[in-house]
């Protein structure tokens, strides 16, 4: 990265380490170091966009009509650097990085106006309504029902794996509002209250024993037609926008940060008088920095393309995450003292270990995602 500054960016980068150093307080900074999930609960990230909307900067990648900064690719890369390097929390995603994007794009003047300005300020909390039972990476076999009735659609099936629905108050979803044709054409894209008549939210625990995640049940609830985003039965079409920023973003500063609260608990506990472990750390920080470059050459037109960027980025992004919480589960192992004295990393291992397993579950497989490459490579070659 510093082969890309400038004087500007230089004075941007200190603007931006002199207010986290200044504005983040000490308690959200350690709640962010003992995250067990990429999901903080929203007590923590609330709080922290809170500051971060008084400041204006709660949204780098916005555009400034909607209430973004105004920031390049560079400086919205720099600001992610740093806020993972004073281990700021991460903002819920739902909301600001993904339904909101697809609101500026498909979304009426009126679902604009109404819905942007609570994302921004996290007034808003949304969860995503998409997998089902026996509807998960292939989820163009949903089966939820919307059937029209007058202005509205009645919805009634449920939702499942629906990460913080029991905080939500807002959720988009896909419904079935057609069977004619392919799966794909009969899909409609709603947003719509949690607090509807006829919605129930369900926990399911997770491994860790932590309520993360949730079965959403409906029956016979009514969402205003208004509600929809985008053509009915064109939902597939929102859904695959979405996708591009669910499964893109910036992973490296975030990963960098881990490695480094590795690294700290390495020193500790005697892991790296074992055999290959230095260079086990050394392979890591390597794909990182392999990492990092994608992500800058795509602030400079270069790297892949953007057809298979987002998927290249979601499975180099989440196996690395995986690799390094197997790292900290075995200094874990090594350790033999009280868990709230252990380094951060070790700390919270074990859960951190279970939840991130999902990740190149969500969001579409790497296996689909490794299939999503091929195919565009192939094509490009023909």
């Known amino acids: 990265m510093d082969h890309l500054l400038t004087p500007e960016t230089r004075a941007f980068r200190d603007e931006v380490r002199d207010f986290l150093r200044d504005n983040l307080p000490a308690d959200l900074a350690r709640a962010a170091r003992r995250a067990t999930s990429v999901f903080i609960h929203p007590d923590i990230s609330l709080a922290w966009q809170r500051i971060l909307h008084a400041r204006g900067w709660v949204a780098p990648d916005w555009p400034v009509d909607y209430g973004g900064p105004g920031w390049d690719g560079i400086r919205r890369y720099i600001f992610a650097e740093e806020c ?38 996290g007034e808003d909390v949304w969860c995503q309504g998409y997998s089902e039972p026996g509807a998960g990476s292939d989820l163009a076999a949903l089966r939820m029902r919307a059937t029209r009735d007058g202005d509205d659609y009645v919805l009634n099936g449920s939702k499942i794996w629906t990460t913080h629905a029991q905080f939500a108050n807002r959720m988009f979803c896909l419904v079935r509002t057609s069977a004619e044709g392919r799966p794909q054409s009969g899909i409609t894209f709603l947003l719509l209250d949690m607090a509807t008549p006829g919605i129930t939210v369900a926990p ?21 037609v208004a509600g929809r985003l985008g053509a009915e039965n064109d939902g597939w079409t929102v859904a695959k926008h979405l996708l591009t920023f669910e499964r893109g973003g910036r992973y490296a500063p975030s990963l960098a940060a881990h490695l480094a609260s590795i690294r700290a608990a390495a020193e500790q506990t005697g892991w790296l008088a074992h055999d290959g472990n230095r260079e086990r750390l050394a392979r890591e920080a390597i794909a990182i920095d392999a990492l990092r470059a994608i ?22 992004g989440t196996e690395t995450s995986q690799r390094l919480d197997h790292l900290a589960l075995e200094m874990a192992a ?15 291992a074990m859960p951190r270990y279970l939840n991130n397993r999902a990740g190149s579950i969500y969001a579409g497989s790497n296996e689909i995602q490794r299939d999503l490459i091929a195919r565009v490579v192939v094509d490009q070659a023909a």
Do not use: C
């Open 84 to 121: 993972a390097r004073a281990h700021a929390p991460s903002l819920a995603p739902q909301g600001l990085k993904m339904v909101a994007p697809v609101i500026m794009h498909y979304g009426s003047a009126a679902q604009k106006a109404a819905l942007l300005p609570r994302i921004l300020s």
């Open 334 to 348: 090594l350790w033999d003292g009280a868990l709230d004295d252990a380094p951060d990393a070790i700390a919270v």
């Open 204 to 224: 399911i625990p997770t491994l860790a024993g932590e309520h993360e995640f949730n079965q959403v049940f409906f029956d016979d609830v009514r969402v205003p």
């Open 295 to 316: 992500e800058i050459a795509a602030l400079e037109g270069g790297g892949p393309s953007d057809a298979t960027r987002p998927s290249m980025l979601k499975v180099l």
